[in-house]
């Protein structure tokens, strides 16, 4: 995966949605901090003369701020699972970023039906053509990553699984005396 090998992949992907996610938390957080001006700015800008548009204006931008904090919170999370877990080799705490993964994936599929359907249906399809275009790259993109990610979960897990002790019933451990009842366990420390 982008000439690395899968566990390599597995690190630098979960740096770099760390290092993602503490940046959108701050832009987020700043945005909430600073939704009254921005509020202020916006109907400053676009003349708006309504009365309660400052009040609409500034619930949207907390209310959407606050949703993308939480989920900006939870990729977090599944990041660090991802770093974690690549590194100790531990393949179940890789589930969480493929689900993270997965539904980023079907929002963008979403993205992409939605421009192709105004691309199709407006009489203006320039800017329509763009979020096709960007939607069809990075959906093409999530899913190069998710398949290696989930490969090394795979290949994580495989190699579990060879290491597990096997597991004898005792008639049969009596009948071959000189089998030692565990394989080598060379796991990491």
């Known amino acids: 995966m982008f000439f690395m090998r899968l566990n390599t992949a597995g690190v630098v992907i979960g740096w770099l949605g760390l290092v993602g996610s503490f940046l959108m938390i701050f832009l987020l957080s700043a945005t909430l901090g600073f939704a009254d001006v921005i509020a202020k700015t916006l109907i400053e800008n676009m003349k708006i003369k309504d009365a309660n548009a400052y009040d609409e204006i500034h619930m949207v931008i907390v209310v ?7 989920i900006t919170a939870l990729s ?10 690549t590194m100790k080799e531990r393949h179940l705490m890789l589930v969480p970023w493929l689900i993270n993964s997965g539904l980023n994936m079907l929002f963008t599929s979403v993205n992409l039906l939605v421009g192709f359907a105004g691309l199709v249906s407006s009489p203006m399809p320039e800017p ?16 190069y990553i998710f398949y290696g990610i989930y490969s090394l979960f795979k290949q994580i897990q495989l190699n579990r699984d060879e290491q597990r002790p096997l597991i004898q019933s005792q008639a049969h451990a009596e009948a071959v005396p ?6 080598s366990n060379y796991t990491k420390i």
């Open 178 to 183: 000189h089998q030692t009842n565990t394989y």
């Open 64 to 70: 959407v701020a606050s949703v993308y904090l939480a």
């Open 76 to 85: 977090l999370l599944a990041s660090g699972m991802l770093l974690l877990g």
């Open 128 to 143: 329509y053509i763009n979020i096709f275009l960007f939607s069809a790259t990075l959906l093409a993109l999530e899913f």
